[in-house]
């Protein structure tokens, strides 16, 4: 069964630095998502991306964020200077174009800013 | 987007069949309903989704009265890997747009 990869699992950073995450959605999805959840809060909605431009952002999606679909198979969401609320577990989602699809979720990347 | 309101958590042993309402009472006509399973540090993973009436997969059944005002999840036998929380989101083409997550169903499965 196809599913949305994502890396790194883990990562740790410095407050202050840049961190990549990355996805990689089901093959002929066109809708991407990214989602964070902070440890023992609720699942929150970052951005959601369609024919290479945002569709929708939340307000948390501020400046230091950005997403990007480098090439036809990576989906990356990028902070440019971490901070320590940026702790959290992010996840990538996929959707394809049906009139009934759902959304569906990568593994995650546990994101550690100290 | 239509509120939902469920059980923040709930508690059932192996085997039994586990029923899960929300309710939505202000749910839109073009608005349909899924549910999501969520394991610790795992993203959410869909479980079903439907509009009226009685939806059925592998894995569980969806229940949707008529008025459609709420809905329930049924799990037949579970077992200590259902152990997980619950979501159920409610919205028209929602599957394009964000996803709201409430605070979810805490289901604990003991032995």
């Known amino acids: 069964e196809p599913e949305v990869t994502q890396t790194p699992s883990h990562q740790v950073t410095q407050m202050g630095q840049e961190v990549i995450l990355r996805c990689v959605p089901i093959?002929?999805?066109?809708?991407f998502y990214w989602y964070r959840q902070i440890l023992g809060q609720k699942v929150e909605f970052l951005v959601s991306f369609y024919n290479n431009e945002i569709s929708e952002k939340s307000e948390i999606f501020d400046d230091q964020f950005s997403v990007e679909r480098p090439d036809g198979s990576n989906f990356t969401l990028k902070i440019r200077s971490t901070k320590l609320e940026d702790s959290a577990m992010y996840f990538c989602a996929s959707m394809g174009q049906g009139i009934w699809e759902t959304q569906y979720f990568g593994p995650g990347t546990r994101l550690l800013v100290l | 987007l239509a509120k939902t309101t469920q059980p923040i958590s709930m508690d059932s042993y192996e085997g039994q069949e586990v029923n899960i309402t929300c309710s939505h009472n202000?749910?839109?006509?073009?608005?349909?309903i899924t549910w999501y399973q969520q394991f610790p540090s795992q993203g959410p993973r869909f479980i079903i989704q439907g509009y009226k009436t009685k939806v059925t997969n592998e894995v569980a059944s969806l229940f949707i009265p008529a008025d459609r005002k709420s809905s329930t999840l049924s799990l037949p036998r579970v077992s200590l890997s259902d152990t997980a929380v619950y979501y159920c989101l409610v919205g028209g083409d929602t599957g394009r747009r964000a996803l709201t997550f409430g605070s979810g169903t805490r289901l604990q499965v003991q032995p």
């Open positions: 202000n749910i839109a006509t073009n608005d349909y």
């Open positions: 093959s002929n999805h066109l809708y």
